[in-house]
Structure formats: structure tokens, C-alpha cells
């Protein structure tokens, strides 16, 4: 891949970040402090793509965007936001300046490099398309492939038919789930591992065993929600019915725990799993995020919590939605916040592999 970025930002750091993000790729990087120095690099060098910060002083992101659109010649460049804002409202802001796409701080550099690439080639197609009437068929279905990936990007952050909705209206419409399956997971002893090791250590090994939960869970049929430090959350009927939720979270858990062992350092881990209604949407202005909340949500992290180390805790009432599928013991009653004293359930592995766990 080649071409010319300009990287705008204020802070020195990020630019620099992202210039060392970007040049091992081939690119050539220029860089502006501000939106008044980008405009007049802009015309002087005319860039391929401008990687663009919203937040700066005198001229912020967008302004420099509407102006950079009115300028001779410069109108067809394609402009990414960075930005920390990533509500509606900042988004289509955004895009009614004559962005094409945005990066939310603090950025992955996998990301911004695959937003760049697509929207480079999105970029020289077009060019090449303006000069070859007789190539239009073809390289519009390689515009469509590309915008295709740009939607992907944005089915990785939230549940797919969420984005649709979003793309659609610039909203998401809370819904009320009936029999959905609520997964909590953490680390044993992850706050005194953290004070024994340096930082890039931990992020590492938390980074890796993430990502596998995310495949972990997605071959369960599970939704990742969220993580919160070193705990993670999914659910199981969000994006639709499945006949047995709690198999699907007990599953998904049991999974974790062994790839949790696996992986260095080989934590241990506590996961909690309840079934229930749930209300799922889209909340907060400037941290956005697609969440569930409800009775179940809240009794799941707290097995988690009273969950012993690798194994998965259930009540009662999950506990005969698989105690066919599962090997499982009485672990006793305790007292769950805001439930009183339930009768828990120690899951430690499945009878056989099961079809829909």
C-alpha cells in the first residue's frame, strides 16, 4: 500500500504515534498541529487521506474539514476522524462536515491501519474510475467490497443489527429480551498479579486471553458485551432465540476457564451465569455502548463473585436447565445481594460435547 497521510492532531505524541503506526506500511506521512497548519499542507502537498483530530485549538476537526471540502481541488480527499466522541450527535456531525469514517481515542493501531487502507483504495479506485469509463463495472464492484469491510468494521464493535439501526437512523432503540442467557467471568487474584508485574506484561496477557474469549464466545453463540478490568460479559438470545441459553453461557464458560489455563500465565478463573429477561440499548453521550440491564445481569456478576476458582456458578433454577448436559455438585447457600440466601451450583465440565454448547 503507498500514498500520502496527513496525520493532524495538537498533540505531539499521537502524531508521532501514528506516524510510526503508518510508515512501516509504506506510507508517506506528513504531519499539522493544528487545522490551520493541515489546510495549508493540504494545498501544498494535496494528500491522499488526512487522518483528522476533532478536538484542537482556534480550528477544530471539523471546520478544517468543511473548509478543506470548499478548497479547489482538495474537495475529494477523504478525511477520518479521531475522536473521544463517539455519540450519534458527534458521528453525523462528523460526517456532515465531509468526513468518511472515524477512529475513537484511545485508537488500536490494527484499526486505524485497516480504516486507511480501505479508504485509500476507495480513494484510487475512484480516481481511476473517473479516467476509465470502459473498467466502471468492475472496479464498482470492488468500491462495494471495500464499503462492505467498512461496515464490518463497524458489526465489530456493536451486535449487527444494532449498527444496521444505527446506520439507518443515527439511533438504537432499547428492546426487552425475555429468556436470555447472562455470562460474567473474572480473574483469581488478578489485582495482586497486576502489583507483581509491569504494565505492557499485563496488557499483553490480557489482550491474548480476550481475544480468545471473543472467539470463545462467538462459537457458543454468544454476544460479547463488555469488559470491565479483568471481567467479561456476553449473553446468549441477544441476537436471537436459542433453545437453551444457560447450556450456551455453561458452555462458553467451561471454554474460558481451559483456554484461561492454557494461556501464560495461566490464571484461573470464576464465571457466574444466570437466565432471565433483559432490556439491551444504547446509553451515555460520550463513551458509546451497547448494553443489557436487568435482574439477570445483576444476579450473574454477583455468582460470579461467590463462583470458586474454575468453575462455573449457577442457581437453582439454570442448574436444571443443564444438569443433563453437565457434571455438577451442591455448593451450598449463600446470601446474594439483593436475592437473599439462593442454593448455588458448582458446574465443572460437560457430560459430553453437546451441539449447542
Partial sequence: MSGTILVVDDIAANRNLLGATLEPKGYEVLLAPNGAAALKVAARARPTLILM????????????CRQLKGMPGLADI?????????DP????????AGGVDYVTKPFKSEEVLMRVETHVKIHNLTR???????ELAARNSELQSEKKRSDD???????????????ATSGVKPRRFENVGVLFCDIVGFTSYCDRHAPEEIIDHLQALVEAFECIAGAHGLEKIKTIGDSFMAAAGLAGPVPNPALHCVG?????????????PHWELRVGVQVGPVIAGVVGRRKYQYDVWGDAVN?????????????????TSAWRQVADHCEGT?????????????DLYRIDRLRVPSATA
Avoid: W
Avoid at 468494521?153 to 446506520?167: G, N, T, Y
Avoid at 462458553?252 to 501464560?264: D, S, T
Avoid at 451442591?330 to 439462593?342: D, N, P
Fill in 252 to 264: 462458553c464458560g467451561l471454554a474460558m476457564i481451559a483456554k484461561a489455563r492454557e494461556l501464560a
Fill in 153 to 167: 468494521l463497524l458489526r465489530i464493535i456493536l451486535p449487527h443489527e444494532v449498527a444496521e439501526e444505527l446506520k
Fill in 128 to 134: 481511476a474510475l473517473e479516467g476509465s469509463n470502459g
Fill in 299 to 315: 444476579t450473574a456478576a454477583r455468582l460470579e463473585n461467590a463462583a470458586t476458582a474454575g468453575s462455573v456458578c449457577v442457581t
Fill in 330 to 342: 451442591h455448593q451450598g447457600s449463600a446470601q446474594i445481594k439483593g436475592k437473599g440466601e439462593l
Fill in 53 to 64: 483530530d476533532v478536538n484542537m485549538p482556534e480550528m477544530d476537526g471539523y471546520e478544517a
Fill in 78 to 86: 477523504p478525511v477520518i476522524f479521531i475522536t473521544a466522541n463517539d
Fill in 89 to 96: 450527535e458527534s458521528l453525523v456531525k462528523g460526517f456532515q
